[in-house]
DNA sequence: TAGTGGTCTAGACCACAGA
DNA sequence: CTGTGGTCTAGACCACTAT
């Protein structure tokens, strides 16, 4: 190295990350400007240029820099920042905020698909499925409402589950990886019936979370998780 | 390549992770499994180690495989997924939505800081800082409610800035890149006021986010944003 | 202690798009 | 056409940890 050897965060590739990252926060290097390319980064760092090359594309998935070829690197100009949460499995979610864990589940049968889910899964409506209903406990407090609809035509050995001791999102996640994702965040006011599940009031605002996954067969699962008022989902960049 | 010569996905490293992937959904590697080493995998596919390791960091960053030095690499038994969402400048999502943005600034001042606040700040209370509120439309109906706090400490030049025709959003992404942010979405009824700005009813469940980005000085904003009723937030895997 | 993943290197060839 | 990033290789050394 030249004079540049102070302590590496990590490896040599998590130094330069972060330099870069220091030089555009604090506007050394300024939006839309177009930085150095890797092998001069290279020679400043006295590093190869791959591994130039892993620093840059780490900053680039993160939104801050923007990458071509032959056009060179420059700092984002809007960058577009992602975040990341992380799809807990609820028992563990709730064990991890120091609680005892308990489900019920309420009902389990093959039904036909109302029209809302079948567009959400791809399927046709009336379509027959597997339907759960289920309330997750926190040290007896509900916590977590689900309203799952399963497809048994992408996860042979369904049909023989008896969810009464065993949660459904432990099971899938255990016997039906999935290939992609989809997941929406929104609100809604409690229903009568919610309202009773969750020990709330009726209209009371609570965080929903729909999620549906694929595999190669087809789609898996439609799950509507209604959390308990005052749960926060967090994330983090 | 030995017989393995069908068309890669795009380079060999995402084959790899494409190969790898389906072993795992269609269970001939079964969860707790231990795969075959680097070693093992850049010869059945005729690749070099490195090129192997990428594929597998992906996966393992995705939370499919877990990997551990000695021990190897198994395939994860309780994969926790993650899912990633970008982070929307208001303007650009309305415009992405086909709708003519316009936004209208409520209040600007300069105001002791709330105890809510400075905790999510990690500032002190009554600290005075710059409060903005304001409510952004898309084709003149209102889309997202900003209630918002900004250090000027953290970001020199603030204080000169008039947010009546530019805004907040925008003029921080592009002149204060942050180092870390922490989100939560969490639900709440419309209160009177909020009602009025997002054109509602009074206890209708709204999706809060909220949003804190911190750069090397120290906290620079932390924004509460409320949606219209019927917005979801999307992420997917 | 030894087997495994983590990281880096020097070099190479290629794909893309700007001039 | 040519400069840039994208990817791969063969080899090396190191860090961790299971045994």
Redesign the interface.
């Given at each position: 190295m030249t004079e540049r050897d102070t302590i590496p965060a990590s490896g040599k590739a998590a130094y330069i990350t972060e330099e870069v990252?220091?030089r555009?926060?604090?506007k050394e290097w300024r939006?839309g400007d177009r930085i150095p390319d890797e092998a001069a980064l290279a020679a400043e760092f006295g590093v190869a240029r791959a591994t130039v090359n892993k620093a840059l594309q780490l900053l680039a998935d993160e939104?801050?820099l923007d990458r071509r070829r032959r056009a060179g690197t420059r700092v984002a100009?809007?960058?577009?920042?992602?975040?990341?949460?992380?799809?807990?499995?609820v028992r563990?979610q709730i064990e991890a905020a120091g609680k005892s864990y308990s489900h019920r589940l309420i009902s389990q049968s093959r039904s036909p698909l109302p029209a809302r889910r079948a567009e959400q899964l791809g399927l046709s409506p009336g379509e027959v499925l597997i339907h759960l209903r289920a309330v997750h406990y926190g040290d007896r407090q509900p916590f977590q409402l689900e309203d799952r609809w399963i497809n048994p035509r992408a996860v042979p050995g369904i049909e023989e589950v008896d969810f009464h001791h065993l949660n459904a999102n432990?099971w899938l996640?255990?016997n039906a990886?999935?290939?992609?994702?989809?997941?929406?965040?929104?609100?809604?006011?409690a229903g009568v019936r919610d309202a009773r599940l969750l020990d709330t009031e009726p209209?009371?605002?609570?965080?929903?979370l729909?999620r549906t996954t694929w595999?190669?067969i087809g789609p898996i699962t439609a799950v509507r998780l209604a959390?308990h008022?005052?749960?926060?989902?967090?994330?983090?960049?």
């Open positions: 990252r220091r555009i926060i604090e939006q939104g801050l100009v809007n960058p577009v920042r992602k975040a990341t949460f992380s799809i807990p499995i563990e432990e996640v255990r990886p999935y290939l992609r994702a989809e997941l929406t965040f929104s609100a809604s006011n209209e009371q605002a609570l965080l929903i729909n595999n190669d959390f008022p005052g749960y926060a989902m967090s994330a983090t960049t």
